[in-house]
């Protein structure tokens, strides 16, 4: 993959020219294709999921420090303290300063779906205008595509609606236990409804 700076260019192939600021990634000879697609979760949203799912493999009201989290998900400190707000804010994690303090996994957190952690995040997830409402795109009512639209973004919100935190701790802890050569001794027992 190669990528360019904002304000350069780069030559490729036969007088094709990288535009700035944006990655590509080669196939064959004069052939670009991008790879930031529109249509990925921002990484705020991502290191939100990491750190509900951290948190949710620890024990009942075990309270982790910021350099921790960051540590365990692979985010950088100062970024992903605004997500740590966002996710307190949402009422699926608690923090508390001081000593003693620190991030902790609410009960509310550890029911949450992959959707919700998103949502608190981002905000809600449309995979293209005419979706977010009526009145958003004048060709929703004969475009064919409208109800494409429909049936793929009902089909993630059933996917990420349906993988709870505390679900998706309990598939981490063997998975960190067989990367690691080491048990998970507090991983959480997948939940049932």
């Known amino acids: 993959m190669l990528e360019c700076t904002a304000g350069t260019s780069s030559p490729i192939g036969k007088g094709t020219l990288l535009r700035p600021g944006r990655r590509w990634m080669f196939k064959k000879a004069n052939q670009m294709n991008r790879t930031n697609s529109s249509m990925q979760l921002t990484?705020?949203?991502?290191?939100?999921?990491r750190v509900m799912i951290h948190l949710?493999?620890?024990?009942?009201?075990e309270r982790v420090l910021?350099?921790?989290l960051a540590e365990a998900t692979g985010a950088p400190e100062s970024f992903l303290s605004k997500v740590l707000q966002a996710l307190s804010h949402a009422q699926l994690i608690d923090s508390r300063r001081g000593q003693a303090g620190g991030f902790e996994i609410l009960p509310r957190g550890l029911k949450a779906s992959m959707l919700e952690v998103i949502d608190a995040i981002d905000g809600p997830i449309y995979?293209?205008?005419c979706l977010i409402s009526e009145d958003s795109c004048p060709r929703e009512k004969w475009c064919p595509a409208h109800l494409v639209w429909?049936?793929?973004q009902a089909a993630?919100?059933?996917?990420l609606a349906g993988a709870t935190m505390?679900?998706?701790?309990?598939q981490a802890a063997p998975l960190c236990s067989q990367l690691s050569g080491h048990p998970v001794p507090h991983a959480l027992p997948a939940t049932e409804e």
């Open 150 to 152: 429909l049936r793929a």
């Open 56 to 61: 949710a493999t620890l024990p009942a009201h």
């Open 43 to 49: 990484r705020a949203a991502d290191y939100g999921v």
């Open 66 to 68: 910021l350099s921790a």
């Open 127 to 129: 995979l293209n205008v």
């Open 156 to 159: 993630m919100f059933d996917v």
């Open 166 to 170: 505390a679900d998706l701790a309990s």
